[in-house]
Nanobody, 119 residues
Framework: QVQLVESGGGLVHPGGSLRLSCAAS????????MAWYRQAPGKQRELVAR???????VYEESVKGRFTISRDNRKFTAYLEMNNLRPEDTAVYYC?????????????WGPGTQVTVSS
């Protein structure tokens, strides 16, 4: 069974930094696009950043210049480096692995990790 596990969340002051990791297992990781989503209380889950299996990156507008998504195919791990954090970045952050395979869309989600930005 595919497993994604996020880590690296926590409490940080405004302006601080965190690095989230998403470790994947039982998955053909290099063939998947990887993405980070977040969901704040009372809000819908939203895309934060995405990196394709070829390394192309897309960012949500409010995190451009502050967050960096990356991946290490040897370690089956995706990362989200978050700098200059703001209170509005507070949310549960989820990792998603996705691909089109034989005409089917395959998606796998992690359980999430809490990020709280507060003074």
């Amino acid at each position: 069974q595919v497993q994604l596990v996020e880590s690296g969340g926590g409490l940080v002051h405004p302006g601080g930094s965190l690095r989230l990791s998403c470790a994947a297992s039982r998955i053909a990781f290099p063939g998947y696009d990887m993405a980070w989503y977040r969901q704040a209380p009372g809000k819908q889950r939203e895309l934060v950043a995405r990196i394709s299996n070829t390394g192309n990156k897309v960012y949500e507008e409010s995190v451009k210049g502050r967050f960096t998504i990356s991946r290490d195919n040897r370690k089956f791990t995706a990362y989200l480096e978050m700098n200059n954090l703001r209170p509005e970045d507070t949310a549960v952050y989820y990792c998603l692995a996705m691909r089109q395979f034989l005409g089917d869309k395959q998606e796998h989600w992690g359980p999430g990790t809490q990020v709280t930005v507060s003074s």
